[in-house]
């Protein structure tokens, strides 16, 4: 069974810096991107960064500048740093493993809360 577990969110005052952290456990094949997406209430989860096990990154427009992605793909670790944040980033954020088979899995998801 494959499990994907986040932490670091929590709360945090504007202009703040947060690190998520994501370990992924189980039998993986052909891991080949992870990465991270937020979920605001009542709407579509969203594209946060990405990074492949080339080492390329994406990230949403919103983001670029303020977090940086990285981690060990190849040990199913991903890292989201997160600096200067804005209350508009506040939301659930969820780790995101997809493999070269098609398969795709989701942690539960941590919250990150940025005050005013």
């Known amino acids: 069974q494959v499990q994907l577990v986040e932490s670091g969110g929590g709360l945090v005052q504007a202009g703040g810096s947060l690190r998520l952290s994501c370990a992924a456990s189980g039998n993986i094949l052909g891991v080949n991107v992870m990465g991270w997406y937020r979920q605001p209430p009542g709407k579509q989860r969203a594209l946060v960064a990405t990074i492949t096990t080339g080492g390329s990154t994406n990230y949403a427009d919103s983001v670029k500048g303020r977090f940086t992605i990285s981690g060990l793909i190849t040990k199913n670790t991903v890292y989201l740093q997160m600096n200067s944040l804005k209350p508009e980033d506040t939301d659930v954020y969820y780790c995101?493993?997809?493999?070269?088979?098609?398969?795709?899995?989701w942690g539960k998801g941590t919250l990150v809360t940025v005050s005013s």
């Open positions: 995101y493993l997809g493999s070269i088979y098609g398969m795709e899995y």
